[in-house]
């Protein structure tokens, strides 16, 4: 079992800045891949960014390249999304998710989901 907790939501206004984490902990295995997805109301949940335990492999969703950054404290098992330059449409809840294996863009290829935290940016 891995858990996942996260922290850092809140609320900003347009053009704002935040920054989220989140802490593995329990089984984890020294390779793995960490994301950042979110879920706006009435849309399907979709991968922000995500990042391999080494530090490579990172990936971001067109709409937040140039203003989201992803990283990783290999050592504390923690990731982080700086998130530059908030819109409104980047409200959401801001989920991180864990697996193994190779990467992937797809929710349902992760094992391991935190709880969420709510990002709400307001114009």
């Known amino acids: 079992q891995v858990q996942l907790v996260e922290s850092g939501g809140g609320l900003v206004q347009a053009g704002e800045s935040l920054r989220l984490s989140c802490a593995a902990s329990?089984?984890?295995?020294?390779?793995?891949?960490m994301g950042w997805f979110r879920q706006a109301p009435g849309k399907e949940r979709e991968l922000v960014a995500r990042i391999s335990s080494s530090g490579g492999g990172t990936y971001y969703a067109d709409s937040v390249k140039g203003r989201f950054t992803i990283s990783t404290d290999n050592a504390k098992k923690t990731v982080y999304l700086q998130m530059d330059s908030l819109k409104p449409e980047d409200t959401a809840v801001y989920y991180c998710?864990?697996?193994?294996?190779?990467?992937?863009?797809?929710?349902?290829?992760?094992?391991?989901w935190g709880q969420g935290t709510q990002v709400t940016v307001s114009s």
């Open positions: 329990g089984r984890t295995f020294s390779n793995y891949y």
């Open positions: 998710a864990w697996r193994t294996g190779l990467p992937s863009t797809r929710a349902t290829m992760y094992d391991y």
